[in-house]
């Protein structure tokens, strides 16, 4: 089956973009005057076959429930099955921010599109398995607030995880009220990463919440990710202007959140962009996101390239560069730990994924096999 050309794609894309109506329900309101209102573009355009235009509509996912899906759509409203495609691992279920095409009558999902990012984690358990977190997000708002919570490992690994997607990270800071001197934590914000946006914000303040407008204008997506307690859902409220999520205090003697939200779900901002808010996610365990953990210690890996051995475990070798540097003052001890800790997580969690993986292939092969083997005994 062709693809369709790309005038064809644009032309299909204003075509499904025509379509406009203003609707609401009881948990939020929408007024999608439009596809383009909801992020669709040529990228998502170009992936409906020729075949499919006239028996099919795109719908974008909203919430993601056990066994269902909620989708939206100029005119459209509605809660369809959960959507797995035929190949195995979790990749090929339908998450938040997703694009599902729908029978334009049954309104069944029919297929997922193919997305321009994904944030996924390692799910909590031993099974290895990964947890999708959301799709085709612009923006990622890491938030931290300015006291104990501020923990640069953890920063570290959301920035990997938005690396690893294509994603602009944002760092938010929030409750410089508690803190002493609230620019430190700018300052050690800001040299995570070279050229990093750290924004000092008073998540209860829409006027110095609108700092962040610049990242949610009409059509684009942003999530906030952040350990509970931070102030994530208070910055949803304040953006929003008038989501109601509600909040907890947190805990005096340690600084640690209550979890308040339990699912991911979008909500539209008054500027005609989406937000997600997610679950609070004090354990983050990454996978297949090699490339992002290399950006974020990208000092490191340079600093490695010149080490007498290629397989210098940057301990106790002869003629080892990152250790000649953290000697000479140029890099921390701490952040050298921080990335071998990430590196070898990171390696070890996708090579168990993997083997995962081959072992459900067989397993599908053998499952299929008998069964093809069973329906010929039966038929001789």
């Not at 790309?6 to 204003?14: G, M, T």
């Not at 308040?260 to 539209?268: A, E, I, L, N």
């Amino acid at each position: 089956m062709q693809r369709i050309s790309a005038f064809k794609a644009v032309c299909v894309y204003f075509i499904f973009a025509s379509f406009g109506v203003e609707y609401g329900d009881k948990s939020m309101t929408y007024k999608i005057s439009s596809l383009a209102a909801l992020g669709w573009n040529t990228f998502f355009a170009s992936q409906v076959h020729e075949d499919e235009q006239n028996i099919t509509r795109p719908a974008k996912v909203v919430e993601v429930h056990r066994g269902q899906n909620r989708v939206v759509a100029p005119g459209l409203d509605t809660v369809v099955p959960s959507f797995k495609g035929e190949l195995d691992g979790e990749e090929t279920a339908a998450t938040v921010g997703d694009w599902i095409l729908l029978d334009a009558v049954t309104k069944a999902p029919v297929r997922l599109l193919d997305r321009n990012s994904l944030f996924k984690r390692r799910a909590p358990g031993t099974d290895r398995r990964f947890q999708l977190i959301a799709a085709n997000i612009d923006t990622l708002f890491i938030v931290s607030s300015c006291n104990q919570d501020f923990n640069i490992a953890r920063l570290e690994r959301y920035l990997a995880l938005a690396s690893e997607a294509g994603v602009m990270p944002i760092l938010v800071l929030t409750k410089a009220d508690l803190a002493e001197d609230a620019q430190e934590y700018v300052r050690r914000g800001a040299k995570l990463l070279p050229g990093l946006m750290v924004e000092l914000v008073d998540a209860r303040n829409s006027e110095s919440v609108g700092r962040l407008a610049d990242w949610c204008k009409a059509g684009q997506a942003a999530a906030l990710v952040g350990s509970s307690g931070v102030g994530k859902s208070t910055l949803v409220n304040t953006l929003t202007a008038g989501a109601q999520i509600l909040t907890q205090d947190i805990r005096e003697d340690d600084a640690k959140g209550r979890h308040t939200t339990t699912g991911r779900t979008f909500y539209q901002l008054p500027s005609g962009g989406w937000l997600l808010d997610t679950p609070g996610m004090r354990g983050l365990e990454v996978t297949d996101a090699s490339e992002g953990v290399g950006e974020i210690f990208a000092d490191i890996v340079e600093l490695a390239s010149s080490c007498r051995f290629n397989d210098c475990a940057h301990d106790t070798e002869p003629g080892c560069a990152v250790q000649a540097a953290i000697k000479d003052g140029q890099l921390n001890a701490k952040r050298l730990k921080r990335w071998q800790k990430l590196a070898a997580e990171e390696s070890h969690s996708s090579a168990t994924m993997a083997e995962r993986h081959t072992r459900d292939r067989a397993f599908g092969k053998m499952v299929k096999k008998a069964l093809k083997d069973k329906k010929r005994f039966r038929g001789g």
